[in-house]
């Protein structure tokens, strides 16, 4: 008979408290890993994205590892949480592959049973539908479990046939060759330590230059110091399985576009797009896309993720899939009392919604 789990606590986020956990060893077995599977995106949030600290939690069996939590307690530590920020679009738990949805909802209850918070509920948001944890979750939706749509995302599967086709790749040729009377038009992928803070900092000057940096409450990430910090430290991974990625479009010697990417194995993961709004009407940000697509599928990337799914991504025609906010509640009298509110501000929420 397998022995229960166990569960074992670090009270930060550090590189030691990342080696203790076997986390390296467990990415390395994931299939389809991606950005937020990554240590050093945790460590880039825990450093300049939340007023909390980043905990992590492991759960072994039989001494090795087989999931880990990185979550931020709240409610005098009542509550857990992976971390929550408008700028983390996608999340997960690191799980080892092959558990099956009883041995993933043993993790939540061992989870929840951490002596050493009496727990009312654990959350996790952004959980992208084709992750175990997300399949156990919504198949198996229980009484101590909730499971509600968050957002969607979409992604291209580059390994089939070329994208965009039809209609949208006639008229980005005609922008093109329109655009190309203007000066020459070239790609700058760059992924080497040694040329990404240039990089970057174009990226900073394309996306501050349009609303969001003249707007009376700039967004723009270059006015923002966490937000700035937190992509920079995104530049400089510590550990492996992480390489970041700067996309530039060139018309001469004036940067029109860019994108800000992370790749995890044959992924490319989108995070921020930006480009320079005079050059509009040419669809400069779609042109990059296109490039950037053809230049992936020949670095052997099959797919490319817009992490999102925005609303100028629909004639595109990609790959859709929904991204759901999990809640798994314990059995105490504070996880019933709990998921009771919850599940009125749930009803609540849907009359108005049909009301409307």
Known sequence: ??????????????????????????LSEQPQSRFYHHPDWY?????????????LSSIRRDNAVVAIMPGVYNAQRHRLATPVHDHLSLGDVILRPGLDTDAIEQTFDTLLSDSSSALWDWQIGNLPAHTPLARTATDHEKTHTQVRMARESAWFDLSDSPVPGGKLRRNLNRLRSKLGGEGAITLQWVTDQADLPAAYEHFLT????GWKGRSGQSTAIAHDPALSGFYRRLLHPVFPGLKPLITLLWLDQRCIAAQFGLRTGDCISLLKIAYQEEFASYSPGSLLLQDVMAEAALRSVRTLSLVTSPQWATRWHPEIEPVWHVTRYAGNSGGLALKTLDRIKQTARARLRSAA
């Open 1 to 26: 008979m397998l022995k229960p789990f166990s569960l074992i606590h670090h009270d930060s986020l550090t590189t030691d408290s990342i080696a203790a956990t076997d986390w390296l060893l467990l």
């Open 206 to 209: 394309l996306e501050s230059s």
């Open 43 to 55: 460590l880039a949030i825990d450093e300049h994205l939340l007023p909390g600290k980043i905990e």
